[in-house]
């Protein structure tokens, strides 16, 4: 974790966002994960922090909680102290005195207290919505509130607050992203030297998830790593490497801290690709190109999406595959059946940096989204600005149910040549991801170098 003034620094911050939004008392609730149990209490998956209460209070410890009173900016912790059955089985930890230094609370309180403090509170209770069924319940006993009705009670000014902090990144903070773009490019360097023929899928992400451990922290979501790249998130590994055929690594590490990298990877098994991978592969790096070339404060993520769509368009028409005018085509969204998602999201203590705070804020600044097939998937398309960590990841897949069922219906016929897709079933799926920083004037891609040109993918697998 960071230094305890970051900590006070980033809720004193809070609080003044608040103020500014007409919310000058109340009290914050930020409820810690706990632990989560695979198949019985004992045995739960690896701990990871609520990125919410890792921003603010900084401590990557389970069963932990936090409150701001917004009226007088005093924050206060609510930890247990360590037992003796705790110290035998999981080892001497910090005393609560010592965590409330940490974060640099003015006050510390039994972990038991929180939902009573809750409860008797005379303030209103501000809280984000909750994602786990447990912080659902505990809330719902702190508000006296049926638990299928919490989320729908989480505060819009503090989710609005809390965006507009935590998507503008520290610059302690984009070190840590580039530090786990580092190690991202290291699982995607590891994997590309272990894949050849006969090796399988399973092989491949526990290669990338070796690295990512190593690095000292943990994956930031569950790889790709897949001979089928055209299932956009196919989380099986069941499947071995074909000559000839594509092998699609989505992966990415984050660091001890929590911050995410998030890089997709498509390269031959075979060390060549052939000219209809070459062909594929070189529309989706300049359709990534497109985008990133658009990217500086003021300009709405959408216009990348839709200049890396229009390149995408645009060679999909130069193998014959798609055809009329790019712009109408993509305007019409006929791009979709080959490019059905959206260029990127907003990267940081998560993957998908905030996205339990809704997407409407998080990616839209509470306009309407769209409901047409592929920008519907846009999870980003609001103004950027200078810190904020965005992802560039166009791809193109042939997904055969999806073109069969555009072909029956004959959807956008007048742009799509069905009969020449139907030939290009078996390329897959390509993606290229890269990790983007928005500067004062532009956009610069994070990370050490990771040159993903045709002939340095081929060079990779020599
Ligand atoms: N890893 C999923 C994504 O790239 O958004
Ligand atoms: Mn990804
Ligand atoms: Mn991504």
Same mark, same amino acid.
């Given at each position: ?22 919310? *000058? ?14 198949? /019985?209490?004992?045995?739960? /998956?690896?701990?990871?922090?609520? @990125?919410?209460?890792? =921003? ?7 069963? %932990? ?79 006296? %509130? ?8 989480? @505060? ?47 092989? %491949?992400?526990?290669? #990338?998830?070796?690295?990512? =451990? ?33 092998? $699609? ?23 060549? =690709? ?12 300049? #359709? ?60 940081? %203590? ?27 998937? $846009? ?22 149910? $999806? ?15 069905? #009969?020449?897709?139907? &030939? ?22 994070? *990370? ?11 060079? /990779? &697998?020599?």
């Amino acid at each position: 974790m960071f230094e305890p003034s970051v900590y006070e620094g980033r809720r004193r911050a809070l609080v003044s966002l608040l103020a500014g939004r007409g919310a *000058g008392s109340g009290l914050v609730a930020f409820t810690g994960n706990r632990e989560s149990p695979m198949n /019985y209490a004992d045995n739960a /998956y690896r701990f990871r922090q609520d @990125s919410c209460f890792l =921003y603010y209070f900084g401590i990557a410890e389970p069963d %932990l909680a936090g409150t701001l009173d917004l009226a007088t900016g005093r924050a206060t912790l609510y930890a247990n102290e360590l037992t003796m059955d705790d110290l035998v089985w999981t080892g001497p930890r910090p005393c609560v005195d010592d965590y409330k230094a940490l974060c640099a609370a003015y006050s510390a309180a039994p972990r038991t207290r929180y939902v009573v403090d809750l409860s008797a509170s005379k303030e209103p209770i501000l809280f984000v919505p909750p994602y786990r069924a447990e912080t659902v319940l505990e809330l719902s006993r702190a508000l006296d %509130l049926a638990p299928d009705r919490v989320a729908a009670a989480g @505060s819009v000014p503090l989710i609005q607050a809390v965006v507009a902090q935590r998507e503008l990144k520290e610059a302690r903070e984009v070190a840590q992203i580039e530090e786990a773009v580092d190690t991202t490019i290291a699982m995607h360097r590891a994997v590309i030297a272990a894949a050849q023929p006969g090796v399988t899928e399973a092989r %491949l992400m526990a290669e #990338a998830y070796r690295v990512a =451990y190593a690095g000292g922290g943990m994956p930031s979501f569950p790889a790709i790593a897949t001979t089928k790249g055209s299932v956009l998130h196919n989380h099986g590994y069941p499947g071995s490497l074909s000559a000839g055929g594509l092998f $699609l690594l989505d992966a990415g590490a984050e660091t001890a801290a929590g911050y995410a990298g998030d890089l997709t990877s498509t390269f031959p098994v075979s060390r060549t =690709y052939t000219d209809r991978q070459k062909a594929i592969y070189q529309i989706v790096l300049d #359709a990534g190109a497109a985008g990133a070339s658009l990217m500086k404060p003021g300009t709405p993520f959408r216009e990348a999406h839709l200049a890396a769509a229009r390149t995408i368009a645009a060679g999909l028409k130069s193998l014959g595959i798609m055809h009329g005018d790019v712009d109408e085509a993509v305007a019409a969204g006929a791009h979709a059946c080959f490019f059905p998602h959206g260029l990127g999201h907003q990267l940081g %203590l998560d993957v998908h940096d905030m996205e339990n705070l809704g997407e409407v804020w998080v990616g839209y600044d509470g306009e309407p989204k769209s409901t047409m097939f592929g920008l519907k998937s $846009l999870r980003m398309a609001k103004p950027l600005k200078a810190g904020m960590v965005m992802t560039v990841e166009p791809g193109i897949y042939f997904i055969e149910g $999806l073109i069969a069922a555009w072909k029956a219906e004959k959807r956008h016929a007048s742009f799509i040549d069905y #009969a020449e897709a139907g &030939r290009w079933l078996d390329l897959g799926g390509v993606r290229n991801e890269e990790d983007w920083l928005v500067t004062a004037d532009g956009a610069r891609r994070l *990370g050490g170098a990771f040159d993903k040109s045709v002939a340095a993918m081929e060079g /990779y &697998r020599a």
